[in-house]
């Protein structure tokens, strides 16, 4: 049996549980300027990283997404598609990178660190895939 569901009592739920910061703007520059000046943090880069990672994975999951479902050709002129892409979010990688005053090389090392915590014995096993320890994300 399906429920109906009430979108303006959603719209409610949701207008209720959104951060001061992200619906009034002197919330959002009081947040950035506590994080940039109280903080030290860069929120100028983290934000270009941020976004830029997140809209070129989008780009590399498009160009998989038609081939893999809509019959795009797994052709030379895709691959090198998606690795223009892959090389936008490197670029984007190493804003993050900047922003938190570290290099590629210590979040692979840190990566590889917890894949070893996570898969004993260094190879992949759905139980630990689903049941990770405590601090594990």
């Known amino acids: 049996m399906t429920q109906k569901i009430d979108t303006n009592k959603y719209l409610d739920f949701v207008r209720e549980t959104t ?4 619906t009034d703007i ?10 940039d000046v109280e903080d030290d943090a860069d929120v100028p880069r983290l934000l270009t990283a941020a976004l830029g990672m997140s809209a070129e994975s989008g780009e590399f999951t498009e160009v998989v997404k038609k081939i893999i479902l809509q019959g795009k050709p797994w052709n030379e002129e895709n691959e090198f598609h998606l690795k223009r892409e892959l090389g936008d979010i490197c670029w984007y990688l190493a804003q993050a990178c900047m922003a938190l005053d570290t290099t590629i090389d210590e979040v692979i090392e840190m990566n590889v660190e917890k894949l070893q915590s996570r898969y004993p014995g260094g ?7 689903e049941n990770r320890q405590q601090g594990d994300v």
């Open 19 to 22: 951060s001061p910061a992200s």
């Open 123 to 129: 190879v992949f096993d759905v139980h630990y895939s």
């Open 26 to 35: 002197a919330q959002l520059l009081t947040r950035l300027t506590q994080l």
